[in-house]
């Protein structure tokens, strides 16, 4: 049983570019959520997709977006980017039993 | 507003002893869990634990819900375990997030 799957692993950008990571949720699991961690800090929640719509959002500005494909995978867009937006983003999966399991992340550098 | 306070902050230990990590909530949960993030990254689950006590190996958990309080029990640590370990958790009032605490930093010594 695949878990969380996420690509790129790693990702360098320049300030203005646009970029798009992808998420592949595990076996069953139908909510995907995504979450930016800067260097030291925790995770910090971006939004969350469940029946390929946006449930719910956190403190992110519109330049963040995201999409859910039927099958559950989830792509999650950043436009304009940002030297700020260099970070660890975290992709994770939820079925009914509501434990989040995470992928190893897509570390991305804006230069 | 809601809530979790993790402790300490950073813990340095020796081989072989054991620790004891802390998570505080300020709110009833529906859900609670502790994660590992190991130096690259991964964020490994270790417990989904909203009551009760479990247990894997070395490592135990122990959430107190009418008390408010969450607590990560690691034995005979190794130096495997070091990295920072978090508390998420769900809030019937955080629609949908996972609340997080500010992780504890633990570094094992050989």
């Known amino acids: 049983d695949a878990g969380v799957t996420q690509s790129p692993t790693h990702l360098i950008k320049t300030r203005g570019q646009q970029v798009t990571l992808r998420c592949s949720p595990k076996?069953?699991?139908?909510?995907v959520s995504w979450y930016q961690q800067a260097l030291g800090q925790g995770p910090q929640f971006i939004f969350q997709y469940y029946e390929e719509e946006e449930r719910q959002r956190g403190n992110f500005p519109d330049r963040f977006s995201g999409h859910q494909f039927p099958n559950y995978s989830s792509e999650l867009n950043v436009n304009a980017l940002l030297l700020g937006d260099s970070a660890l983003y975290l992709c994770?999966?939820?079925?009914?039993?509501?434990?989040?399991?995470f992928g190893q992340g897509t570390r991305l550098t804006v230069v | 507003g809601i809530q979790v306070e993790q402790s300490p902050p950073d813990l340095i230990l020796q081989e072989g002893a054991n620790s004891t990590l802390r998570c505080n909530f300020s709110?009833?949960?529906?859900?609670l869990q502790w994660f590992h993030q190991n130096p690259w990254g991964q964020l490994i689950n270790l417990f989904y634990?909203?009551?009760?006590?479990k247990q894997n190996g070395r490592l135990s958990a122990t959430t107190v819900a009418t008390e408010r309080y969450s607590l990560l029990y690691i034995s005979s640590s190794q130096t495997t375990d070091s990295g920072v370990y978090f508390c998420?958790?769900?809030?019937?009032?955080?629609?949908?997030?996972?609340?997080w605490g500010a992780g504890t930093k633990l570094i094992i010594k050989p």
């Open positions: 634990i909203p009551s009760g006590t």
């Open positions: 994770a999966s939820e079925g009914a039993e509501l434990e989040a399991f």
């Open positions: 709110d009833s949960v529906n859900n």
């Open positions: 076996s069953g699991h139908d909510t």
């Open positions: 998420a958790v769900d809030f019937p009032d955080s629609n949908y997030q996972l609340i």
